[in-house]
C-alpha cells in the first residue's frame, strides 16, 4: 500500500476507479509471481500503476550550512483506460490510457517548496512506457513552456530520473542505484487495502537508494548526493467507498532499518485501517499489521491556497521494534496543488528524532497525506 | 411642464390613439429591423469557432494549417515554446447524418487528456448521475465512434444514450454511437446545437485520416504578449501554418462576412430611414391636431423654448415605447430569418450554422439609440417649426402648409444641388473610396425626399378642379403639401429601394444563369451529403469514381478537389480548385471557360500544359491581379507561387476563386483526393435515367446524383435563399411606408373636419368624400411610384455597377425584370388602396354639424 494520493488524481480526473467492476482488467492477487527486473516496467493488464521516487539530497559544494539538505519527488503514473484485447480506433492520436507525472523539490533552507505536473495521453507524440529490457520505464514531454522530456530511464542497475519545468525553475537530472534488495510489502507483495483484504494491490519498493545527479537551485544547476526510496504499486481495484482519506509515511533509520507504514481513515468515528513494513539491515522484512505501530499527529498547519489543515508533526510508536520517535516536516509548506487534477495533497521531507529525553536525529522520511480540506474527499 | 407632458400624453392616447400606434409602429419597425439584423450579423460571427469553444474554452492562441490539416507533430513544438502553458490537438470534420434527412453534424475530436473544461464531467457532477465518469472518458477512447451530443440534439432526432447512428464524410460511411448527453450549450451559449464532441483519435479514424488534425490551441503562460509570443511560434512553426490570436480569428470571421453584414446593415438603415419619415409625420400630425392646444398655452405665458422641450419629451416617450416593442420585434424576426441566414453562411461562406441568438445588451443599446434617436431626430424639426410659430399662426390652420408650400421650391432646389454634388464628387473622388457608392445612395436616398414637395407643387399646380373629382384629389396634396410630402417621401423612398434592389437581384439571377450555361456543362454531377453541406473534408472514394468511369454509358469523368486557401500575404481567402480535366468531344475546355481576361484558347492551352492557374474576376479585383502576374499562395509548405492565365467570371464566392489542373493541385497542396465528379454521357443517354439508375445502384450510400437541370435548379435556389432576408426587410419598409400614407389621410381627415363638413352642407355624399380621399390616397401612390422608380433605377445603378464590383468583385450585366417590376407596382398600389380605405371610411363620417364659424 502507498501513494493513495493518485487514486484522489485518478477519480477527480475522471478516470476509471470506480468501485464496480472493471472487466478486461487483471485484479491484484495474492501469489503474483515477481520477476526482476522485468516487473520494474509497466503491467499493462492493470489499469493503474505507478512509480514514486522520494528522497533527501545533500548540495556536494555545501557552503557549510547545517542541516541543508533538498527533498525531492518524481513520480510517473500510468492510467489504463482501454484494458487488453479491446481495440483502440486506427488514428495517429490512438491511445489505451495516459500517463501522469509530478515532480517536487522541497528547499527547506530557502522555505521554497516547488511543485510541477504533466498529464498527457500516453501515445508516441506525447509519451508512454517502455517493455522490459527497455531503457526507458516511463517517458512523457514536459509542461508546457519546457523543451525537454521527463523520464525513468532504467540500465538494469540504476534508474536515471529527468525532470524540468522551465517556468517553475525547477529541474532534476539523478541517478539512483539501489543498495537493498527490492522489498515486497504485505503477503509477498500482496497489499491488502481492507481488512477482509478483498480489496489490495501489488506493491514493491526499493527503500532505499543511492542518488547523485545535480538539481536546479537558484536558476542553477548543483550537483547533489543522497538516498531516496522508491515504491511500484499495481492495481485495478481500489478503495472501500467510506474511506475519506490516508497517511503514509517512509522513514529511512540511521541505524540501517527502513519502515513503511500507511493507515486509511474514514469519516469522522469511521473505521480505519492500517499496515506497515519494518525492513532489517540486511533487507529482511517484518509484516506489521494494524494494531503493531500508533500514528499521532501533532503540530497542524493551514494551507493558505487551500485552506486545508495538515499534520507536520507525528508521533510514531512501534514497540515491538523499540521505536518511539518523533516526526517533524522540514518545512510546514510542502503541499502540492494540482492544476491539472484539481486535488490537493501534502507530500513532504520530514526529520526523525527519538523521544527520548537527548532527541536525537534517527533518520529523515517522507510523509503523504490524502483526502484533507473539504471537497477533496477521494470518491473512490 | 411634467404635468402639460402628461396631459398631452393622455391627449394622445384619449384622442390620437391611431396617430400614437403609427408613431409607435415607425419607431417600432425601424428598431426592429436593425436589432434583427444587428442580431444576425453577431450570430454569424459568433457561430464561428463556437463547437470549439463549447469544448476547450477560449483559447489565447489557434494554430491552423494553410490547408486544412496539419501536422501532428508540431504538438511538441508547440509545447516547448516558453510562453505556452497548455496546448492540446482538435480534429473537426462536418459529417451529415446519412438518416435520409441530411442534416449536418459538426463533430469536434478534443484530447480527453487536455487540460481543458471537462463537460461530461461536469454535467455528471452537477446532474448527479450515478454513471462513472470514468468509464465515460473510458468508453469515448474505446468505442468505436463514441459520441456526447446535446440533449437538444437527441430529442430532435429521438436519440438515446447507447443508440448507433449513421454518419458520412464524403462518400465514407461511419457511425456514431451515443455515449453521453451533455449540455454544451450551458458551458458556452454560442455552442452550435448540432455538436458532437467525441476524443480526437476517434476523429481521426472516423475522418479516415489516421494522421490528420486541424487545429492547435494554445493557452499562454500569461507573461508574455500574445502577440509576441504569435510571431515567435510563427517563425517556429514555418510557414505551413498560421498562428493567430482570438483578435485575428474574429477579424478573419468579420472580413468574411464584411460584404454580407455591410449589405444586411445597409438595407436595415433604409428601414431606419424610411422610419424616420414615419416618426416624423406622426409627430407632425400630433402637432397639428393640438396647434390650437399650443395656442393658448402660449397665450397663458407658456415660452417657446418650452413647446420645443415639451414636443421633443412627447416624442421621446413614444420613441421609448417604440423600442420596448421594437427589440422584441426584431429579435423575433431575426429568429424567424435565422435559418436562411445560417443557409447562406454555410453554403456561400462555409461557415458554422447558426444555431442560437442572443440579444447582446450591445444590440440593446443600438436599438434603444436608433429608436429614440430617431424619434427625437423624426420631432425636432416640427418642433421647432411649431415653437418659433407665434401664437396667431398657431391658432389659424392653413398657414402650415403655406410655409411648407413657400419652401417647396428651395428644397426642390437643395435636392437637385445636393445630389448633383454628390454625383460630381463620386466621379472626381470616389474612385478610391470604398464607401464612395454607399455615400452617393445616401445622398440620393436623402435628395429624394427633398424633391417631394416641390414635385407634390408641380403637379398639381396646373389642375382645376372641377366638383369632386380625382382632380381635386391631386389638388388637394399642393394644398396640404406638409403633410402629403411626409407620406410621398416616405413611400418614394421605400420603393427605391425595393426597385433598387429588384432591379439588383434580377440582373445578378440572369447573368447567373447565363454563366451557368457556360460553365455547368457536364450531365450528371456526383458529390456527398456531408460536402454539399460543409464543403470541406468530404471525399469520394477511388473505388467509386473507377465504377463510374467504367460505365458503358459514361464518356468522360471529370473530377474535382476544393480547398480554402490563403493568399502568402494573407490578405485574401481563396477558393483554390484542382480539376482533372477530360477530352470531351464537342465540349472544348475553351468553351468553358466564362474569361473575364484572356483569350480562351491560349487560356485553356496554358492551363493543360503548365502550372498556370484562372482566377475568378472577385479575386482579381481584390487583389488587383491578372493575367500575367502570379498568385501567391500559402501552401502546407511554404508560399506556392503559380502565374495566371486568365481572369474568369465566377459567382460563387465573394471571398475569390481559382482554378487549376488536379495534377498542379496536388503538387502543392499535398491532396488530390477529389470532392466532386461530373460525367460527361454518351450522345443520347438521358442524364435523368442515368441519375435514377445511379441512385438505385448506390442506396445506401451518402452519394447525391444531379442531372445538369437539377443542379442549376439547387444553385438558383441558393442564390434566391441568399436574398430571403433582403425580402423580409423589403416587407417591413413597405409596411412602414403604408402606415405612412394612411397617417397622412388621417391626418387630413381631422386637418379639414371643417371643408368636409362644409362639403357635407354644399351636398356632397359620404360616398363622394370617401373616392376624393382614396383618390388622394393612390395620388400620393402615384408619386410615390413615379420618385421610386426613378430612384429605384438610380440606387440599381449603383448597387450594380459601383457597390457590388467594390464590395463583391462581381460584373453583373443589368437587366430589368419586367415580371417582377410589374407585381411590385400592384403591390405597391394595393398597400397605398389599402392604406387609404380607413381614412377614406373616417372621412365619410363627417357631418355638416361639425362645421363652425372658423372654418366659414
Known sequence: MARWTWLILIAALALPCGAGSDPGWRRAAPGYRWEWPRDHYAHPEFKTEWWYFTGHLEPEDDAGIPGDTLGFQLTFFRLGMVPPGTGTPEAGLAARGGIMAHAAISDATAGDHLFSEVLWR?????????????????????????????????????????????????????????????????????????????????????TRLEVSGSVMRNGAMIRVRGECWMDQEIFTSTLAPDQK????????????????????????????????TLVAPDGSTTPLADGDFRLEPRDRWRSPVTGAEYPVSWILEVPSAGLDLELRAVMPDQENVSRLSGVHYWEGAVTVRSRGPAGASVGRGYVEMAGYGEGNRPPV | MIRVLGHGLLGLVREGRTLLLLTVVGVSLGVGSVVAIQTLNQGALQAFGGSVRAVSGQADLTVLGTVPTIDPALL??????????????????????????????????????????????????ETGSAADPGDLVAAAMAVPGWCAVTPHLAASHGWAVGDTVPVSSGSRLARLVIGALVDFQRYEPLAPVNIAVMDVAQAQALLARPDAIHQIDIVLAGDEDPGTAAARLQRNLGPGVRVLTPEQRAEDAAGLLAAFRLNLTALS??????????????????????????????????????????????????????????????????????????????????????????????????????????????????????????????????????????????????AVAAMTAGLLWFVAAGGGNRYAGFILGFVMLIGLPLLVPGVIRAAGAPLRPRGLGWVLSLRNLTIRLRTSSFAVAALAVTISMMVGITLLVGSFRQTLVTWLDVTIRADVYVSTESWIRAGNEAFLDAELLTALGGRPDVQAVETQRRLRVSTADGRHRVWLSGIAFSAVPGVT??????????????????LLASEAVVIGEPLARKAGLGPGDDLVLAGPDGPVSLPIAGVAFDYTSEAGTAFTTLETFGRHFRSDQPNNAALFLQPGADPDAVVAELQRTHRGRPLVFRSNATLRREVLAIFDQTFAVTRTLQTMALFIAACGLALAQLIQVRERAGELALFRALGATRAQISRMFLGEGLAMAGLGLALGLGGGAGLAALLILVINREWFGWTIRPDVPLGALALEVAVILGAALAAGIYPAWKSGLSSPAQLSRDDL
Open chain 1, 122 to 206: 500516453a501515445t508516441p507524440l506525447l509519451g508512454g512506457f517502455g517493455a522490459p529490457g527497455d531503457t526507458v520505464i516511463a517517458w512523457c514531454r514536459g509542461p508546457g513552456g519546457t523543451a525537454d522530456l521527463w523520464s525513468l530511464g532504467f540500465d538494469g542497475q540504476t534508474f536515471a530520473l529527468r525532470a524540468s519545468d522551465e517556468r517553475r525553475g525547477l529541474a532534476f537530472d539523478l541517478r539512483c542505484r539501489p543498495v537493498k534488495p527490492v522489498v515486497l510489502h504485505g503477503d509477498q507483495g500482496f497489499s491488502a487495502k481492507n481488512a477482509a483484504g478483498t480489496a489490495g494491490s501489488l506493491y514493491a519498493a526499493l
Open chain 2, 269 to 414: 438603415l433604409i428601414s431606419v430611414f424610411v422610419g424616420l419619415f414615419l416618426v416624423l409625420a406622426s409627430v407632425q400630425a400630433s402637432l397639428v391636431r393640438r396647434r390650437r392646444e399650443f395656442g393658448v398655452l402660449r397665450v397663458l405665458g407658456m415660452q417657446p423654448r418650452q413647446v420645443l422641450v415639451l414636443i421633443l419629451a412627447e416624442a421621446g416617450v413614444l420613441g421609448l415605447l417604440g423600442v420596448a416593442i421594437g427589440i422584441p420585434t426584431g429579435f423575433r424576426i431575426a429568429l424567424w430569418n435565422v435559418e436562411t441566414v445560417s443557409a447562406t453562411l454555410t453554403s456561400i461562406y462555409v461557415l458554422e450554422e447558426i444555431s442560437r441568438l442572443v440579444l447582446t445588451p450591445t444590440v440593446i443599446i443600438i436599438g434603444t439609440a436608433v429608436g429614440l434617436g430617431g424619434a427625437l431626430c423624426g420631432a425636432v424639426l416640427p418642433a421647432l417649426d411649431m415653437s418659433r410659430r407665434g401664437v396667431v399662426e398657431l391658432l389659424s390652420p392653413l398657414t402650415m402648409h403655406e410655409g411648407a408650400r413657400r419652401t417647396a421650391v428651395p428644397l426642390a432646389l437643395l
Open chain 2, 76 to 125: 511538441p513544438r508547440v509545447l516547448a515554446d516558453p510562453a505556452v502553458r497548455d496546448a492540446w490537438p482538435l480534429c473537426r470534420l462536418d459529417a451529415a447524418l446519412a438518416d435520409g434527412s441530411g442534416d449536418l453534424i459538426q463533430i469536434v475530436g478534443f484530447d480527453v487528456f487536455a487540460p481543458v473544461r471537462y463537460p461530461l464531467t461536469r454535467q455528471l457532477d
Open chain 1, 245 to 276: 482519506g490516508w497517511d503514509w509515511v517512509s522513514l529511512q533509520l540511521a541505524d540501517g532499518r527502513e519502515l513503511m507504514v500507511y493507515r486509511l481513515f474514514g469519516p469522522e468515528g469511521g473505521e480505519g485501517f492500517g499496515s506497515g
Open chain 2, 589 to 606: 475546355l475553351a468553351s468553358r471557360l466564362p474569361l473575364y481576361a484572356g483569350d480562351p484558347e491560349a487560356v485553356a492551352g496554358r
